[in-house]
């Protein structure tokens, strides 16, 4: 294959990567329990900040996520955790954006903790047969 063939399947190749990345869904991302790898999002600068997904909240007829930063932001202690909620935009892909209601904020904390509260009570109790 002479050199004009490769490049122009390499462009080939970049370009359909590049098209998978732009369909990136954050709903299938968020949602799959075998996900490993950081959320990464990007703030209104255009900067990549990377997260670890600590919880999906379903919540008052929203989809809500608890990401904690991995990369330092500013004014955000190294022990907390970001309530983001899902928008979905009709044409576009569903985005995360901050959730900025304080309370609505703690209220998915407090829903997050009782799901924790749940799962300990239940690995608790002993299976009766």
């Not at 990464?40 to 909240?57: H, P, R, T, W, Y």
């Amino acid at each position: 294959m002479d050199k004009k063939k490769v490049q122009k399947v390499e462009e080939v190749s970049k370009k359909v990567q590049a098209e998978e990345q732009a369909s990136y869904n954050i709903i299938d991302v968020l949602m799959d329990e075998d996900n490993k790898d950081p959320i990464v999002l990007m703030d209104g600068n255009g900067k990549k900040l990377s997260f670890e997904q600590i919880a999906v909240i379903p919540y008052n007829d929203k989809l809500y996520c608890v990401l904690k930063p991995i990369d330092k932001i500013e004014n955000v202690k190294d022990d907390e955790a970001i309530v983001f909620y899902v928008q979905e935009r009709e044409g576009q892909d569903p985005v995360l954006m901050v959730e900025a209601d304080e309370k609505v904020a703690m209220d998915v904390f407090d829903e997050y903790y009782d799901l924790l509260d749940e799962a300990s009570n239940k690995a608790k109790k002993p299976n009766k047969k």
